[in-house]
């Protein structure tokens, strides 16, 4: 099974943990600076708060996060065939875990990922050493840094 992911950019952290945590019921599993993150189990969410106060109440990113690679690469297969440009990073650092992942640019520029957590990680460094990874704004395919 896997569950849709929902990143947004909120300008206070706290406030907003402190909200979704009453809404769904729910704690945090995991609080960084400037990150927080839910696996909500009803409704099956991932909820991923970024703080950024020059995009607040925005949408960072949407995704899918399944369970295996091997998800990530049967979602890439299907992608590839209907068409889409995909870009695809794997064993990369993000969001504070590595990740297994395929990006796929959605109407208007939407950017949508199919992923999946190999590990915890202590930072949001990419792997190539350069801007860190889930920036606040929402990148196209050609503008997009190594990870998120």
């Not at 206070?12 to 990150?35: C, H, M, Q, W």
């Not at 929402?138 to 997009?144: D, G, R, V």
Request: net charge negative; aromatic share 10%; glycine share 6%.
């Amino acid at each position: 099974m896997s569950r849709l992911q929902l990143a947004l950019n909120v300008s206070d952290l706290n406030e907003a943990v402190e909200f979704y945590s009453k809404f769904f019921k729910t704690e945090p599993v995991k609080i960084r600076p400037g990150y927080a993150n839910f696996a909500i189990a009803d409704p099956p969410l991932k909820l991923v708060l970024f703080e950024n106060p020059g995009e607040p109440g925005t949408i960072n990113h949407l995704g899918v996060e399944v369970f295996s690679t091997d998800e990530v690469v049967e979602a890439t297969q299907y992608l590839t065939e209907q068409g889409f440009a995909t870009d695809i990073e794997e064993q990369t650092t993000c969001c504070y875990a590595v990740q297994d992942k395929v990006w796929v640019d959605g109407p208007d520029g939407s950017r949508w990922e199919v992923y999946t957590v190999l590990n915890d990680a202590s930072d949001t460094s990419s792997p190539t050493g350069g801007e860190t990874c889930c920036s606040p704004t929402s990148l196209t395919m050609s503008e997009a840094a190594p990870c998120c």
